[in-house]
């Protein structure tokens, strides 16, 4: 995985993942190359994917929540 992964922006699950990955970096510098690492790649992609869907249905629930809220501004502007 070339991008880099702060993991302060992180669900536990996948601090872990990125953790272990770190440390397989770490153990295996010229193995990594040849794909040792690999499944804590795709082990992280998967949780980064669950985590990004989660967040997508928070804003969406979120926004429904202020375009309610607006609606109801704009009914009593109307008043």
């Known amino acids: 995985m070339d991008t880099h ?28 190359f040849l794909g040792i690492c690999s499944s804590f790649d795709y082990q992280i992609e998967k ?3 669950e985590e990004r869907i989660a967040k997508a ?6 926004s429904k929540e202020m375009k309610r809220k607006l609606a109801e501004l704009s009914k009593e502007d109307d008043d």
């Open 5 to 32: 992964l702060p993991e302060h922006l992180y669900i536990e699950k996948c601090k872990n993942l990125i953790a272990l990955l770190k440390e397989c970096h770490k153990r295996h510098p010229f193995r990594k």
């Open 47 to 49: 949780c980064l994917k």
């Open 57 to 62: 249905a928070r804003n969406f629930e979120k």
